[in-house]
């Protein structure tokens, strides 16, 4: 078990929304993940610690997305994401969590996510979401670049492939925080 004080620790949920989970991902099948994210944010709630819900979205005419000369761009469908793309999944949210969205990977960089963090006193942040090595990933990375201790709940993230998954947690997570399960995190006053 990981010991984490429920006054100091959040759950930051990256991209469990209608758009992503569908999509076919390993190791994890997007509803396996939702399911143990949603027992894994209901142990926070019941703690009194906050969760997090993170998602991504862009305007009509993606004007507000990143545009860096890369080799594999982004490319939004014709015609652009269907209207309900940027909801999160059905039954994930409830009163008194945090929402915030996103128009990059990463859930920092442009939003008030360490704000709403410090304001609160979290110095630990426990991640799950979709793309392990895309949103969750590049959060971890900030928050271990802004100072949190960063823990990533292993069944509760899933990737566009099992190599990708695996090799974030056998090369990447260890050296920004801790890895673990949803069911080893356990809550303390």
């Given at each position: 078990?990981?010991?984490?004080?429920?006054?100091?620790?959040?759950?930051?949920?990256?991209d469990?929304?209608?758009?992503?989970?569908?999509?076919?991902?390993?190791?994890?099948?997007?509803?396996?993940?939702?399911?143990?994210?949603?027992?894994?944010?209901?142990?926070?709630?019941?703690?009194?610690?906050?969760?997090?819900?993170?998602?991504?979205?862009?305007?009509?005419?993606?004007?507000?997305?990143?545009?860096?000369?890369?080799?594999?761009?982004?490319?939004?469908?014709?015609?652009?994401?269907?209207?309900?793309?940027?909801?999160?999944?059905?039954?994930?949210?409830?009163?008194?969590?945090?929402?915030?969205?996103?128009?990059?990977?990463g859930?920092?960089?442009?939003?008030?996510?360490?704000?709403?963090?410090?304001?609160?006193?979290?110095?630990?942040?426990?991640?799950?979401?979709i793309?392990?090595?895309?949103?969750?990933?590049?959060?971890?990375?900030?928050?271990?670049?802004?100072?949190?201790?960063?823990?990533?709940?292993e069944?509760?993230?899933?990737?566009?492939?099992?190599?990708?998954?695996?090799?974030?947690?056998?090369?990447?997570?260890?050296?920004?925080?801790?890895?673990?399960?949803?069911?080893?995190?356990?809550?303390?006053?």
């Amino acid at each position: 078990m990981m010991s984490l004080p429920a006054s100091r620790t959040a759950l930051v949920l990256i991209d469990l929304q209608k758009g992503i989970v569908g999509r076919a991902l390993a190791p994890h099948p997007g509803d396996d993940v939702v399911a143990r994210s949603k027992r894994l944010a209901g142990r926070f709630r019941a703690a009194g610690a906050p969760v997090v819900l993170v998602n991504v979205a862009f305007s009509a005419d993606f004007a507000d997305a990143v545009r860096t000369p890369v080799d594999r761009p982004f490319s939004p469908p014709p015609g652009g994401f269907p209207e309900d793309w940027t909801e999160l999944v059905d039954g994930l949210a409830e009163p008194g969590d945090l929402t915030v969205t996103k128009r990059q990977w990463g859930a920092f960089y442009g939003t008030d996510l360490d704000l709403q963090l410090r304001r609160r006193g979290i110095t630990t942040i426990v991640l799950g979401g979709i793309a392990t090595n895309m949103g969750v990933e590049s959060t971890a990375r900030a928050a271990h670049e802004h100072g949190y201790a960063v823990v990533v709940a292993e069944d509760a993230t899933s990737g566009l492939s099992a190599d990708m998954h695996g090799f974030a947690f056998e090369h990447i997570f260890p050296m920004l925080g801790r890895v673990t399960t949803t069911d080893a995190v356990e809550l303390t006053a």
